[in-house]
């Protein structure tokens, strides 16, 4: 069974320019990674991409069809406000719809995960506001701590990866709270090795 991971992507306006350039960058490096990690290993993962900006929608669903979601990847464009909080949430449905806990070799039970790749700054119909940034927080408590009364099959870590001109405080919280990590964008080939880094270590266990 492949490891589920959403890529929660942030196409709002204020990531226009060098911003969304580094993010479509980060999609590809990560799906390169994923892609090469299967052709070596045979170990798939499922990948789905979820954009909030302009919309919050599911661009693609959790699959392996890696050519269609690198194409999908050069349809993003920014504009909009940052409707981060709805975007998580948008990111949990796909995974409670498609997702599972994947099992490595009988011992090592690897949860689907979301990566967040955003400049860290999320704005509601009154702009940043503390409310805005209050939602995100409490979003990333239901992917942890709360996931059983969500509905989800297990706590989801989200990994976060900064884009543009980060604020990264935000982002950094996000990831403690929900056993996730926080990367610059130059890092994200750490996130696609994951899969392969999990399964190699339980062998040696």
């Not at 929660?8 to 911003?19: H, L, N, Q």
């Not at 969304?20 to 799906?31: H, N």
């Amino acid at each position: 069974m492949p490891l589920d991971t959403v890529l929660c992507v942030d196409t709002s306006g204020s990531m226009a320019g060098r911003g969304m350039r580094e993010l479509k960058e980060a999609c590809r490096t990560f799906v390169a990674g994923v892609r090469e990690t299967a052709r070596q290993t045979g170990l798939s993962e499922n990948v789905a991409i979820v954009e909030f900006g302009n919309q919050v929608r599911l661009v693609t669903p959790l699959s392996h069809d890696y050519g269609a979601i690198e194409q999908a990847v050069t349809t993003l464009a920014a504009g909009g406000r940052t409707p981060m909080k709805q975007g998580l949430l948008k990111a949990m449905g796909e995974i409670i719809e498609r997702g599972g806990v994947v099992t490595v070799r009988d011992t090592q039970r690897l949860a689907p995960r979301v990566i967040l790749m955003t400049d860290g700054v999320p704005t509601d119909e009154n702009g940043e506001t503390p409310e805005a940034r209050q939602a995100v927080l409490d979003q990333a408590v239901a992917l942890g701590a709360r996931w059983r009364e969500c509905g989800l099959p297990h706590s989801v870590p989200v990994a976060c990866v900064g884009c543009g001109d980060c604020e990264p405080e935000l982002l950094e919280t996000i990831a403690t709270n929900t056993n996730g990590m926080f990367v610059i964008v130059d890092d994200v080939t750490k996130l696609s090795t994951f899969f392969r880094r999990q399964v190699l270590l339980t062998r040696f266990e």
